[in-house]
């Protein structure tokens, strides 16, 4: 059964950091590529971002480029990211998610989520 | 980037009939596979999103059959063919096709 645990989420001034954490089991790690998706209080779902099984290519939505690090360690089946620069408006509940395999996708798997409050 | 559009917003539904929700993408959702690249998640309240349907019309394991997917290039559809009181939540659609994935904004379900 895949199981996704985030931890690293909480309360920030704006303009700070924080470092949230996945730690995935059940499946095989490397061979997914992996995201981050957020919800803000009382919205919708946005991805934002996602990297490669090897860890050789990431992509960001716009308003995270710059700000935003994803990452991963295969050998400890962990994703990461670094978020840098915080802003109000990255309060969310962050979603570690599991994405496609290669050519074969059979959907996306939702971790429970951390809570990152952005303010003064 | 793709852009989804969902409908209805806010969906009243008594238990026992059927519900639709409708999904449209601003570029087709094919895939050089001959799938197209679009699932339907249900997030009920306090939790976080799960899986019904991926590329259209596949269920999820343990999803009940009551729920189905169709459609095809941009127009896509989930159908309830009886909501029982568990169906409700925020019904989401999402393209998987490109990065960025982006989601349709939601349909809320609720019982009359």
């Known amino acids: 059964e895949v199981h996704l645990l985030e931890s690293g989420g909480g309360l920030v001034q704006p303009g700070g950091s924080l470092r949230l954490s996945c730690a995935a089991s059940?499946?095989?790690?490397?061979?997914?590529?992996m995201s981050w998706v957020r919800q803000a209080p009382g919205k919708g779902l946005e991805w934002v971002a996602n990297?490669?099984?090897?860890?050789?290519?990431?992509n960001y939505v716009d308003s995270v480029k710059g700000r935003f690090a994803i990452s991963r360690d295969n050998a400890k089946n962990s994703l990461y990211l670094q978020m840098n620069s915080l802003r109000a408006e990255d309060t969310a509940v962050y979603f570690c998610?599991?994405?496609?395999?290669?050519?074969?996708?059979?959907?996306?798997?939702w971790g429970q989520g951390t809570l990152v409050t952005v303010s003064s | 980037d793709i852009v989804m559009t969902q409908s209805p917003l806010s969906l009243p539904v008594t238990p026992g009939e059927p519900a639709s929700i409708s999904c449209r993408s601003s570029?087709?959702?094919?895939?050089?596979?001959?799938?197209?690249?679009l699932d339907w998640y249900l997030q009920k309240p306090g939790q976080s999103p799960q899986l019904l349907i991926y590329?259209?019309?596949n269920r999820a394991s343990g999803v009940p059959d009551r729920f189905s997917g169709s459609g095809s290039g941009t127009d896509f559809t989930l159908k309830i063919s009886r909501v029982e009181a568990e169906d409700v939540g925020v019904y989401y659609c999402?393209?998987?096709?490109?990065?960025?994935?982006?989601f349709g904004g939601g349909t809320k379900v609720e019982i009359k």
């Open positions: 998610v599991r994405g496609g395999q290669g050519a074969y996708y059979n959907g996306l798997r």
């Open positions: 059940g499946f095989s790690f490397d061979n997914y590529w």
């Open positions: 990297i490669k099984p090897d860890g050789g290519e990431q």
């Open positions: 570029q087709s959702l094919l895939h050089s596979s001959g799938n197209h690249y």
């Open positions: 590329l259209v019309s």
């Open positions: 999402v393209q998987v096709l490109q990065t960025p994935l982006t």
